[in-house]
């Protein structure tokens, strides 16, 4: 009766999601992002300047509107080349191939910022699941499941002593058509705070690659995630 319960709650569909993400990708992936960063800076020294943010980032758009070109989500990302493949054998497929996207990606003072970056793909499913009448799942519903998948993963990866150091997750609420680079400066924000988070933030300089104005994800009080932002973005 629980598990019936739940099901037609839907409470176990993000935690599900969050649990496979990690454990058939990000487990196998991350521990090998900051090698594929190594080598890449040994072949192009001036790109990769920044060590800390040698790390896969994570796009986690709560609409769960995921762009598989994100050259197209936002003109200043650019695609630059792709990391060293990992090659596996997995469930069954000979020679499975993962691999990271590496961008270059442009702030307002045209300075250009470098990171891997990609979104998470779970998050396609439950974009999915909402415009499908099988699984009747509604815009309240979707956004509740990402929320939750967002704080479920972020758990996940806490505990995980492998992944250490190896990701950053960017949790966000989009702007909508009137703010048409707002990924580009959520990215660029996490980017900054990268470099610079060896000091205190809120007595450091502010960066000019963002906006002025307090970017939050205006979620309900009684299931708000680990703040993202401790200074006054």
């Known amino acids: 009766e629980i598990s019936e319960m739940s099901e037609r709650s839907k409470q176990n569909v993000a935690h599900g999601l969050a649990w496979s993400y990690y454990i058939g990708y990000l487990k196998i992936v991350l521990p090998r992002v900051k090698t594929s960063m190594e080598e890449f800076s040994r072949a192009n020294p001036n790109v990769l300047t920044c060590r800390d943010t040698w790390k896969l980032h994570i796009l986690i758009p709560l609409s769960c509107d995921v762009c598989d070109d994100l050259e197209k989500a936002d003109s200043n990302i650019k695609y630059v080349t792709d990391l060293t493949e990992t090659t596996l054998t997995r469930a069954g497929t000979k020679r499975r191939v993962y691999k990271h996207s590496l ?3 442009r702030d307002k003072d045209n300075k250009l910022w470098h990171c891997a970056v990609e979104y998470a793909t779970p998050l396609q499913a439950l974009h999915a699941m909402s415009q499908d009448e ?4 509604s815009r309240e519903e979707r956004l509740e499941q ?10 996940i990866l806490k505990g995980s002593k492998e992944c ?10 989009e702007q909508g058509e009137a703010e048409p680079h707002s990924l580009c400066r959520e990215i660029l924000w996490h980017l900054w705070q990268q470099c610079h988070e060896e000091y205190p933030v809120q007595e450091g300089p502010q960066p000019s690659t963002l906006c002025s104005e307090e970017l939050s994800l205006q979620l309900s009080q009684s299931d708000l995630p680990q703040p993202l932002r401790s200074d006054g973005f």
């Open 146 to 155: 990402a929320k939750l998948f967002y704080r479920t993963l972020e758990e």
């Open 134 to 137: 099988c699984a009747a799942l």
């Open 103 to 105: 961008y270059s990606i």
């Open 164 to 173: 250490a150091g190896t990701y950053r997750l960017i949790a966000y609420e």
